[in-house]
């Protein structure tokens, strides 16, 4: 079973020394090894048509803690290499078929040693190089040859030379002190408020160089950095379920993170918010009209859209292929366009964590237009092809180790179909009413949420929202209610979505799927549903303590 | 300030300040004995009864890791963590919760996903950990408690045939001397250093030197008034490697080394010398022929071998282990209950079993700190539980198990305590309790008869052998090595020719009846139970030699050691 499911994250702030220059040695070497190795395997008689050496040099700061104590703090850095060798020819290589899309994996990762040795480091490119092969030439003299095949397993890159001087960042005793104290500050709020089981922060800096070199002639080098602070809190109701609530906040580094007040003032909200759950109804199982806050909205986008147009997945044939043949054809209402962007930084100056300026299989990162007024246009593509003359556009991406696969960048929902939000409170009211309803909903906050695309099992999503409320439509408040579950299946909740809102707001998270957890972002406006599902959540019975909390 | 004020008052007037403790162990331990303090006044479920015994364990620990291999610096981290287990006890000594299984009855919990130990010295945070952890063990045991007493009286039992928790002294140990660990840069540059032993050796693939300094305190209190706290520290260096032979077979190979955490400075150096022989036997061993010859016979062990060969038959042999394991009451028929309870009155009636040749003694010494000049890695001096174990245990006496090693759960060769539940500390710093020696020694009155050599040739003739084979243990100048050096010795010819084993299997039910000689010195032998940074170190005091008959040889490559067959593609790097 296939799942894909995103993730709520966060980040950080304050002092710290970045530093610029780092030798050139591992570059150096990966390059010398790359040439003797590829020279080695091209006259094998299963000869090796393609190799790639793929290298995250990665570090991170990592501070957590809860209730006012500090819980966590360390920092950890690592080097790793994942090797590709491919065997036989573009147009048929190992990788196989629809059928065994996951040859490209097996061996080829390996830890590479912090510092730049040439003796453990070509020891290591040699072992991960050699599995690999291996693994990739059996693979190939298994393959049935004889299967007709209409389109490459494997498509060509322009040569390439990108290098960004490496960058990386000293966490001082300072630094350390500063979030430390920063987070008991923080995490502290939550012990006014007996009845919490959680009540933690977490701080999350991680940096790092990332070189790709292939045969084809790619030599990329590029840092990325992301930092996070996460807010998780959780308060048990009075019938003993656990009710969580989470809020991120992500930058580029620690000094573009929130200030403390912000973070705090958030924190307090959170807690008031939480207090609210505790006491609010357990919601019925529902089917009807609903809003979806922007952020909401993102998710919804992300899960039941975004991983059914990651083309790689719609090689296999045991996947749904849900819009393999609708390119040209309308999917979603006229109104609204999607695109997938890794080479936008920022959007209305808030920062976007889905960038990148190459993909994980040496491509230039590129735009694309997935939605056009409803119409599908495109599909997120990596080098292995879905149809007939097809290049990647960028978007194979991977985590450090893992074997790369077309992924979400930054997700844009844009409509032209947008009314205020007043407005679209009144087309959920006016539906309502016109089907004799009490109320409807409106999902404000989501958690995360997963999809299956494969079809041996129903071929649904699920999004877990944390803050639902009823909006009556005689006039009562918003009521806030708990325990709802989003559930559904995509084609016919598309064909529901009416109307969207005007302000855009952006989900930020880590999307984990078949090659690991990377960082996406998810933009939309509020949408309006004509008909949603939801079931409820399961319960979670604890009992309070029988002591109260010492002092 | 008013929580600063508060704390500091508290401390004020613990009464138990001491020599050399710091601002954490008193905040600490203050923590820990206040929320003794309120849980057994005041926890109790309705319709159950309160505990009568909670105990907390506490950690507070650094661990410096270096990992090198061929001058690359894979790894280097100082970590602190905080870590805890505690035991909640519902009932009384005679019959409590524990050593019951009712499997109705789930644990709880209160909802403390996130229940870390707070890495500074907050009280408050503390005692939070400590208030949630004691609910959830209590509930549970509260629930098995009354499940247990009704199951008993059902069967109108009102006393078990040996206690379920063993009352022992209430001690006051405190001793706060806490390791400083070394510096880690110069550390880096040593193990990097050690790690390019293996340069220029392309047939030894990615040889992992690895460097594990741990130090810190363990806290200790119970309700019973007990307060332990004692130092812990472990400091090993580990090479484990891969071997490609000329006949492009793998094979793993390990070398341990305990040096003095306070003299790494000096000591790593010296342990050079070790890892080079252990470097070149390696090699060497590719050069040897393969013994072809299927083999049954008498074989002579020497070195490290023999400590290897006692700890495997004397620790994994179920109720002939020298380690005790009692055995719990399950919540079945009245009929079967009643079944289980006449089996364990027979078992206490029982003499322990012969489990060795009748001139094997094995005594623990778990608190011997020095043997012939030299440290003795498992020494202990207070127990998990916080128990002292007395300074000598006899566990096989004329072959035969007189006691086994245990904590404070009751078993029918181990009433009580003899302080050997062990602390033990995993790969993330976590604690947790292990039944297992400190030190053994091992010792045969075969000794006294005729040299090891003699009743080998003797013993194989008889056979119709006209040769016997002998495994060693490299000669190393301070470690351990998973390396073994086998010869074949021929009687006719008088001459020792190196051979090599596809596999070397010791170990039977049986193996320690097989003994035939053992040589008159004592050697000690520090190793670890399991697996690397998170083993528990052990030191064996054994003969130097001994002689096993009925070693049982196939030369099938399949068994043993995990060798297997790799033929590159590339040709090696570094050549």
Known sequence: MQQKSLSVFTVAFFTAILVFGQTEDLHDLLKGELKTQFEELSKKSTPAYFMSYRVADEHAFIAQGAFGSLTQLKKDEGRTLNVDVRVGSYEQDHSGGASNHQGMGGFGAMRLPLNDSPEAIRQAVWLAADLKYKTAMQAFLMRDKSEEQQKKDFTRAEPTQYLEKPKTYQISQETINEWSEAITGWSSIFKEHKDLVEGSVSVRFTWGTYYFLSTEGADIRQNQSNAEIQIAASIRSEDGNIIPLHKSYFAADLWNLPAYEEVATDIEEMTEKLLQLQNAPLAEPYAGPAIFSGGASGVFFHEIFGHRIEADRLTKNDDAQTFKDKIGKRILPKFLNVTCDPTLQSIEGEYLSGTYTYDDQGVKSQKVTLVENGILKDFLRSRKPLFTGEKSNGHARAQAGLTPMSRQSNLLVTSSNQVSDEKLRKALIKVCKKQKREFGLFIEQVAGGYTMTNRYTPNAFHINPTVVYKVYTDGRPDELVRGVDLIGTPLTMFSEIEATGTQRETFYGYCGAESGYVPVTATSPAIFVGKIETQKKPEVNIDSPILTEPN | ?575
Not at chain 2, 29 to 43: G, V
Not at chain 2, 443 to 451: P, W
């Open chain 2, 1 to 575: 300030m008013l929580k600063l004020y508060t704390v500091l008052t508290l401390l004020l007037t613990s009464g138990i300040i001491a020599y050399g403790q710091s601002d954490t162990d008193q905040v600490i331990m203050r923590a820990m004995q206040d929320e003794i303090e309120r849980n057994m006044a005041d926890l109790q479920l309705e319709d159950y009864e309160k505990p009568f015994y909670v105990s907390y364990l506490l950690s507070d620990l650094k661990k410096l890791t270096i990992q090198a291999t061929l001058g690359g610096l894979m790894k280097s981290s100082l970590d602190s963590t905080r870590s805890w287990t505690n035991r909640v006890m519902v009932g009384n000594y005679a019959i409590n919760d524990e050593k019951y299984e009712d499997p109705g009855i789930n644990f709880e919990s209160s909802g403390n996903y996130f229940n870390e130990l707070p890495i500074d010295n907050n009280y408050d945070g503390i005692r939070r950990v400590l208030w949630l952890a004691t609910n959830d063990v209590y509930k549970s045991a509260a629930k098995l408690y009354a499940s247990k007493r009704e199951l008993l009286d059902l069967i109108e039992v009102d006393s078990l045939p040996l206690p379920d928790f063993s009352k022992e002294p209430v001690i006051n140990h405190l001793n706060f001397d806490r390791l400083q660990l070394p510096d880690q840069q110069q550390m880096e540059a040593q193990v990097l250093d050690l790690s390019q032993v293996f340069s220029g050796k392309p047939n030894f693939i990615q040889p992992m030197v690895s460097l594990h300094v741990l130090g810190g305190l363990v806290y200790f209190a119970s309700s019973e008034e007990t307060i332990a706290v004692f130092p812990v520290q472990m400091c090993l260096l580990s090479v484990n490697t891969q071997y490609l032979s000329q006949n492009n077979e793998f094979t793993n190979q390990s070398y341990y080394a305990f040096p003095k955490p306070e003299d790494l400075a000096s000591e790593l150096p010296a342990l050079k010398e070790d890892l080079i022989t252990f470097r070149d036997a390696i090699i060497a061993q590719d050069e040897l022929e393969t013994y072809e010859d299927l083999y049954f016979g008498p074989v002579m062990l020497k070195g490290s071998v023999v400590a290897d060969f006692f700890t495997n038959n004397l620790l994994n042999r179920g109720s002939r282990s020298i380690l005790a394991s009692p055995t719990s009451l399950v919540k079945q028929e009245t009929q079967q209950v009643k079944e289980q309870l006449e089996k364990l009155e027979k078992e206490l009636t029982k003499p322990g079993p012969v489990v060795a040749h009748r001139s094997l003694q094995v005594r623990a010494l778990p608190t011997l700190s020095g043997y012939k000049g030299m440290s003795v890695a498992g020494s202990f001096q207070v127990d998990a539980e916080g128990t002292i174990p007395p300074d000598t245990v006899t566990l096989i006496e004329n072959g035969k198990i007189v006691e086994q090693l245990n904590g404070r759960t009751p078993a029918p060769l181990a009433p009580k305590s003899n302080g050997h539940m062990r602390l033990q500390i995993g790969y993330g710093l976590n604690i947790y309790k292990s039944l297992a020696p400190g030190v053994l020694e091992i010792q045969s009155d075969l000794s006294t008869a005729k040299d090891t050599y003699s009743v080998l040739k003797e013993t194989a003739e008889n056979n119709g052998l006209n040769h016997a084979l002998s495994i060693s243990a490299l000669p190393l100048a301070h470690g351990y090595s998973t390396m073994v050096a086998v010869s074949k010795l021929d009687f006719d010819t008088e001459t020792r020719t190196p051979v090599r084993l596809t596999a070397i299997n010791l170990n039977s039910s049986n193996a320690l009846m097989k003994l035939l000689a053992t040589s008159p010195n004592q050697q000690l032998t520090n190793k670890l139970l399991g697996m690397g940074g998170s083993g528990l170190p052990i030191s064996i005091i054994a003969p130097e030699e001994i002689v096993i008959d009925g070693f049982d040889y196939d030369n099938s490559p399949q068994q043993g050691y995990g060798n297997r067959n790799y033929s590159p593609s590339l040709p090696l790097p570094n050549k």
